[in-house]
T-cell receptor
Framework: EAQVTQNPRYLITVTGKKLTVTCSQN?????MSWYRQDPGLGLRQIYY???????DKGDVPEGYKVSRKEKRNFPLILESPSPNQTSLYFC????????????FGPGTRLTVT | QQQVKQSPQSLIVQKGGISIINCAYE??????FPWYQQFPGKGPALLIA?????SEKKEGRFTISFNKSAKQFSLHIMDSQPGDSATYFC?????????????FGGGTRLMVKP
């Protein structure tokens, strides 16, 4: 089954404790992206990657890091989480740059206390 | 500052009625306008999309209307069903944007009452 998977689905952590949210897709997609979803603000792009070892900032990259060492994986790293990073996070992938249909994962709900 | 403004934030419609969600944008370079549907506990999924060379696109009960001069587009759901209850996001993108970035509206929570 073609899908984007994220782990964990739920995470409660404390300020300053480094965490990683994993994302993996099995569709051989070149393009992957991370979004955060907040009430009334829709989804905002954090980082994106156009291919292995190619990443760039989206709209709200502060406090986040990403890496793309393999085509299928695109982890999101919070080196020192803060309460304002409490949010619902989605990973997405699409086949190629010119293909705009993005396939979203199920989401990771993060709470930072 | 949101580049795509969506209204209303929430909408309640009776079964069989028409649901209408509106979006407005400022960036005239936007040339792709998709709508995503999100059910609770799930990620958004592409519902329907339009490019500005047409003024309307219809897929089943879902229709996008596009007004380029007014920089507005809307989603109409005809014969709304309880199964349509979800959050709907409009979005916009530029073809020339190397980041393939979708700019989303704030979302509309639709409830269709039986």
């Amino acid at each position: 089954e073609a899908q984007v998977t994220q782990n964990p689905r739920y995470l409660i952590t404390v300020t300053g404790k480094k965490l990683t949210v994993t994302c993996s897709q099995n569709m051989n997609h070149e393009y992957m992206s991370w979004y955060r979803q907040d009430p009334g603000l829709g989804l905002r792009q954090i980082y994106y990657s156009m291919n292995v070892e190619v990443t760039d900032k989206g709209d709200v990259p502060e406090g986040y890091k990403v890496s793309r060492k393999e085509k299928r994986n695109f982890p999101l790293i919070l080196e020192s989480p803060s309460p304002n990073q409490t949010s619902l996070y989605f990973c997405a992938s699409s086949l190629r740059l010119a293909s705009y249909e993005q396939y979203f994962g199920p989401g990771t709900r993060l709470t930072v206390t | 500052q949101q580049q795509v403004k969506q209204s209303p934030q929430s909408l309640i419609v009776q079964k069989g009625g028409i649901s209408i969600i509106n979006c407005a944008y400022e960036n005239t370079a936007f040339d792709y306008f998709p709508w995503y549907q999100q059910f609770p506990g799930k990620g958004p999924a592409l519902l329907i999309a339009i490019r500005p060379d047409v003024s309307e696109k219809k897929e089943g009960r879902f229709t996008i209307s596009f007004n380029k001069s007014a920089k507005q587009f809307s989603l109409h759901i005809m014969d709304s069903q309880p199964g349509d209850s979800a959050t709907y996001f409009c979005a916009a993108s530029e073809s020339e944007n190397a980041g393939n970035m979708l700019t989303f509206g704030g979302g509309t929570r639709l409830m269709v009452k039986p």
